[in-house]
């Protein structure tokens, strides 16, 4: 997956000081496979990796990120450009009523997203009229019906027999007639948003296109919605191109992404045809739906959860000179020179980030440890503070120096057992001694802190 890709890829640069132009080669070379993997278009995967290249040259290295997370920032960043960066949704006609039409292939989820549409129009306090617009599928008009019952929203069917001929289960009527009656109806009964579900096909065709096209000329929408499943991939974008050619469309909608689908459809539509994605589905009931947030797919693209936020965080709340001083008293001499007080510093650093459970909890292949994030007991951890700070400076500089006497004394300062005491110590030389021979192994972007 690309997730697999990707960290792989990035790890090849943990612990590496700086970029070099072979780390940023070896590191886009995988990213790109990995995008293709992920049916990214092979022209977008192009123009994001050439982009991302580009950045990676110019960028000055910050000082609280490791390249690793330098990168991981870059692509994060261009792929939250790609994806429209904004988050955009309906725009309302000045006088109602605002149409939105929706277009695309059979099985899209048109008709489910009309039923999620009107739900969530409603829930603004607007007053949605659906219209059954798709008269080529049996039962499509009944579908609708029953989705906008669902929704508790009004649906304008074409009268059967009218406009229909061949028998209920088999219409063939002019859904640009229907489409008519519908603007007609809405405007007598006050209705202020008119969605308008289509057609589709199970490919693209000049006819299916000229119906849409038809439709759309006759209620002259203010969106237009281009509806896709996300599984679809490579087909994405070829679909979008005939849409967007012989329909014309203002915005694209992302169904089913409730599945395994990367994301990889929704960068290529967004890179391809330059229209923002403005809303995501993500099952089959009405409330599995959403406004699209280009930062969440980026992400899931990514396959990085929030990680990024991690990341974020770090650079706002990292000293950086500090973890780097610390990291190198670590790695020289068997990490002798990283004393107690040193690790308290990191200890405190990571804390200011947030409660521990949150930031382990974000950091990616943590999800199953769940259990174990959740018992992180934070009163341990103020145990840990306070036993230090109950050390003179010569002790936490060298922690040999504890004898019985001197666990003693501290004990009694901190307020805990001497066996506390003598955990915390056998604990911290132990981990002291993995860290260091583990030179630069630490957690990405994570301070060295011994047995964290
Ligand atoms: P249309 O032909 O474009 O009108 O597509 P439909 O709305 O009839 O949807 C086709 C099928 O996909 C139906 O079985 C829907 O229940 C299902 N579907 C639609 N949207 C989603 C979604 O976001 N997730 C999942 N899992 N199924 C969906
Ligand atoms: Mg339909």
Sequence with gaps: TLQDRLNSAFKSLRGKGRLTEADIDATCREIRIALLEADVNLSVVKEFVGAVKHRARGTELSGALNPSQQII????EELVAILGGETRTIRFAKKPPTVIMLAGLQGAGKTTLAGKLGRWLREQGHSPLLVAADLQRPNAVNQLQVVGERAGVHVFAPE???TTAGGADQPTGDPVLVARRAMYHAQQKLYDVVVVDTAGRLGVDEELMRQAAAIKAEVRPQETL?????????????????FAEGVGFDGVVLTKLDGDARGGAALSIAKVTGRPIMFASNGEQLTDFDVFHPDRMASRILGMGDVLTLIEQAERTFDAEQSAKAAAKLQSKGGSDFGLADFLQQMQMVRKMGPLSKIFGMLPGM????????NIDEREVDRIEAIIQSMTPAERDDPKILNGSRRARIARGSGVEVSDVNN????????????????GGSMPGMPPVPGL
């Design 73 to 76: 920032k870059i692509v994060d």
């Design 160 to 162: 059967p027999g009218v």
């Design 226 to 242: 281009f509806v896709v499943d996300a599984m679809i991939g490579q087909d994405a974008v070829n679909t979008a191109r005939a």
């Design 367 to 374: 999800g199953e440890m769940k259990d174990q994030i959740a």
């Design 424 to 439: 915390l110590v056998n604990r911290f030389m132990e981990a002291r001694k993995v860290m260091s021979q583990l030179a």
